[in-house]
């Protein structure tokens, strides 16, 4: 075992696993995505659409990655060189040198993802000052997202101190999302009441929960949900594997798993109860984007009472919800240099993404630099990921060793039943929304 494996800690217990492994999931895709892509794709069609999708890849696909960190013992390289080389160990290095690219993936969503958690914390700066609640919000927005090294301070720390929670490895992971997560998930219950007594918010809730089942006939809808399901889980070929990683070998991932989904899903249902009554209430666009953020609801939040304690509650949960994904991303990368070359010391490899992020990142801070750069990481670099990870795990890993992991801690067996989906529904998912991806340059 290598000393970068040895170095690892375990979750203390499942649910700091789980809450670990949701604050990895719950993000931008979450807050902006979901409600955006609900909103512009069918409203309740799209939401049964995206449920069929969680309940598919939260059960197969999240758990295989789960499971092929803990069987490997570290993260992408080691597990894509583990599952390649089980079937035949000549391909053991083929393999490891395929984890690259979706490792790859993870460090460059983390570029960018940087630069948006930069601008959650500025304006959760100015929302504490004041300043965002009596400014043009337009205005304010392009006043530092058109402009080169507009966000440097609030970029430096949001990448040192995400760094510096990472130092303890899984221990501190685990202890910062225990925090993190639960305020996340309070704070837009609280939104979510504010909200609801806004005067039209009863037509957003209409066209949520409404059924149109002619709009399931669209395979858009499908597709978009499809995307945004796999997307969400953050089901990468990377980043979930490294948490598998640390798992206990009495845990039953399958499980895990789920909870894991199931709280994914709460919160992008939460933030979709917050964007979208708010957007019908004051008659804005639900599918804006990142603009939801930093333009829309800051101007929503400047008509009502206390709208700047409101704001200051927002973006607090937008900056956790960043924090903790951008903390998978590193551990990802982190941990499997570690694993590759085990002479490195941690905190070295720490301070050496450290510098990378920021020495990229400081030079994409405009939106018209990161947004290219994040679409092409989206159509790209994660998408081929993602299919290389479904199709190494069922399809070159031998189904005894996937299968031997999957039932190890296992309260109840998930039979052939659960491989033959992961095999011949799951992978074939990946597939589709790769080529979607490659033959329309479409960003999930």
Not at 51 to 79: M, P
Not at 123 to 137: H, I, K, Q, R
Not at 427 to 442: H, S
């Given at each position: 075992m290598c000393k970068g494996v040895e170095r690892k800690k375990h979750f203390s217990s499942s649910w700091g696993f789980?809450?670990?492994?949701?604050?990895?999931a719950v993000g931008m895709a979450n807050v902006w995505g979901f409600p955006a892509k609900m909103g512009s794709y069918g409203g309740s069609a799209?939401?049964?659409?995206?449920?069929?999708?969680?309940?598919?890849?939260?059960?197969?696909?999240?758990?295989?990655?789960?499971?092929?960190?803990?069987?490997?013992?570290?993260?992408?390289?080691?597990?894509?060189?583990?599952?390649?080389?089980?079937?035949d160990p000549k391909l053991g290095q083929a393999g490891g040198l395929l984890g690259w690219l979706p490792l790859a993936g993870s460090m460059c969503?983390?570029?960018?993802?940087?630069?948006?958690?930069?601008?959650?914390?500025?304006?959760?700066?100015?929302?504490?000052?004041?300043?965002?609640?009596?400014?043009?919000?337009s205005a304010w927005f392009e006043s530092f997202s058109l402009a080169d090294y507009s966000v440097i301070p609030f970029h430096a720390i949001v990448v040192v101190g995400t760094l510096l929670t990472l130092l303890l490895g899984a221990n501190s992971i685990e202890?910062?999302?225990?925090?993190?997560m639960p305020l996340f998930f309070i704070i837009f219950v609280i939104l979510a009441v504010r909200v609801a007594f806004l005067p039209g918010?009863?037509?957003?809730?209409?066209?949520?929960?409404?059924?149109?089942?002619?709009?399931?006939?669209?395979?858009?809808?499908?597709?978009?949900?499809?995307?945004?399901?796999?997307?969400?889980?953050?089901?990468?070929?990377?980043?979930?594997?490294?948490?598998?990683?640390?798992?206990d070998k009495n845990e039953d991932v399958v499980a895990l798993a789920k909870r894991t989904a199931l709280f994914d899903t709460i919160a992008a249902m939460v933030a979709a109860l917050v964007i979208i009554p708010a957007c019908f209430a004051y008659g804005l666009d639900v599918g804006a984007g990142p603009s939801l953020l930093f333009v829309t609801l800051p101007r929503i939040l400047q008509d009502i009472p206390l709208g700047q304690v409101f704001a200051i509650i927002l973006y607090t949960a937008m900056v956790f919800a960043g924090v903790s994904?951008?903390?998978?991303?590193?551990?990802a990368v982190g941990e499997s240099l570690l694993h590759r070359f085990p002479k490195l010391d941690r905190r070295m490899m720490l301070v050496i993404l450290c510098v990378v992020c920021l020495g990229i990142g400081v030079h994409m801070e405009p939106i018209f630099k990161w947004g290219p750069w994040m679409d092409i990481v989206s159509i790209y670099i994660i998408p081929i990921g993602a299919t290389l990870g479904a199709a190494s795990w069922f399809w070159i890993m031998p189904k005894g060793e996937l299968m031997d992991e999957i039932a190890r801690g296992a309260k109840k067996s998930v039979g052939k039943v659960w491989y033959s989906v992961g095999r011949y529904v799951y992978?074939?998912?990946?597939?589709?929304?790769?080529?979607?991806?490659?033959?329309?340059?479409?960003a999930f």
């Open positions: 789980v809450l670990a492994a949701v604050g990895s799209f939401l049964i659409a995206y449920l069929v999708f969680i309940a598919l890849f939260g059960t197969v696909g999240l758990s295989a990655e789960y499971a092929v960190g803990r069987r490997a013992k570290t993260g992408t390289l080691g597990s894509y060189r583990m599952a390649w080389g089980k079937r969503i983390a570029l960018g993802y940087a630069v948006i958690i930069a601008y959650v914390l500025k304006a959760f700066v100015n929302s504490v000052s004041g300043a965002l609640m009596t400014a043009d919000t202890k910062t999302n225990k925090v993190m918010a009863m037509e957003g809730y209409r066209y949520m929960f409404t059924p149109r089942w002619q709009e399931l006939l669209d395979p858009m809808v499908w597709i978009w949900a499809m995307g945004q399901a796999f997307f969400s889980l953050s089901i990468t070929g990377s980043g979930m594997i490294v948490y598998g990683a640390y798992l994904s951008l903390q998978n991303m590193f551990e992978v074939p998912c990946a597939v589709i929304l790769c080529l979607v991806a490659l033959l329309l340059k479409v």
